[in-house]
C-alpha cells in the first residue's frame, strides 16, 4: 500500500486503530445481520481461477444473527492476487459510497500484519469474524463456513444502518476483474448518526 492510501485509511479509523484494545472499545454493543452474500465470476475468472461450481450465500441463524458460507475451488495456485472495493451506505432507497478501499496486495497482507499497525487492525478483525481465513499464499481453495461478524470488532465509525460491499479480485494490478463479491447487510450499531 502505498503512503497516501495507509494516510487515508488513518484519517477514517482513528477510532478502530487506537483503541485501548485491539477491537472496538464497546464491546457487546451492536451487531450485523447478512441479508446477502453473493460470489460472482467473469468468464476470465472461470477460464483461469476458479471452477464452476462455487457457492456463495448468507444464512440466517435467528432474528438478529446471520452467518455467511462460501467455497471455491481454484485451478492453479494463486500466489498473486490484488483485491479492491467500496462500502456503500443506504440513503432511504438507493446505497451511496462512502468509503472506497484501494487497490492492495491480497497476497501480502498476512505478512504486513506484522509490520504495519493498520493491517494488524484489519487483520484482527477479519482474524476474529473468520480464523484462518487470510494466510499467505498461495491459495488453492477459497472456503468459509457460518462466518458471522462479532460486535466487538464493528468500526466505530459505522452508524447504524444498511451496507452493501463491494470487493473486485484481479491476478493483476489494474488487471481484469476474475471475481466480484457482493455483500449486503444491516448494521445495529449504538451509533445512531448517518454519514454525510
Same mark, same amino acid.
Given at each position: 500500500m502505498s503512503t ?28 450485523? @445481520? ?37 467455497? *471455491? ?9 490484488? *483485491? ?8 432511504g432507497t438507493i ?27 484489519? +487483520? ?15 491459495? *488453492? ?22 451496507? @452493501?460491499v463491494i470487493l ?9 476483474? *476474475? +471475481? ?17
Open positions: 497516501k492510501e495507509i494516510l487515508l485509511f488513518l484519517l477514517i479509523f482513528p477510532p478502530y486503530i487506537f483503541a485501548k484494545r485491539t477491537y472496538n472499545a464497546l464491546p457487546g454493543y451492536g451487531r450485523f @445481520k447478512f441479508k446477502l452474500f453473493k460470489c460472482e465470476a467473469t468468464e476470465e475468472g472461470l477460464k483461469k481461477i476458479c471452477y464452476p461450481n462455487y457457492t456463495s450465500y448468507a444464512k440466517a441463524v435467528n432474528r438478529t444473527v446471520s452467518t455467511i458460507n462460501g467455497y *471455491m475451488l481454484i485451478r492453479k495456485p494463486v500466489y498473486e492476487a490484488y *483485491m479492491s472495493g467500496e462500502i456503500l451506505y443506504k440513503y446505497y451511496r459510497q462512502v468509503i472506497k478501499i484501494p487497490q492492495f496486495n491480497f497476497c501480502e497482507f498476512a505478512s504486513l500484519s506484522k509490520s504495519n499497525i493498520l493491517i494488524r487492525q484489519l +487483520s484482527i478483525g477479519f482474524e476474529a469474524a473468520a480464523p484462518g481465513f487470510v494466510h499467505e499464499c498461495p491459495y *488453492m481453495v477459497v472456503e468459509a463456513y457460518n462466518i458471522t461478524f462479532p460486535a466487538h470488532v464493528l468500526f466505530t465509525v459505522f452508524p447504524r444502518g444498511d451496507y @452493501k473486485r479480485f484481479t491476478l493483476e494490478r489494474d488487471g481484469p476483474v *476474475m +471475481s466480484t463479491i457482493i455483500t449486503i447487510g444491516t448494521a445495529d450499531t449504538y451509533v445512531k448518526d448517518t454519514f454525510g
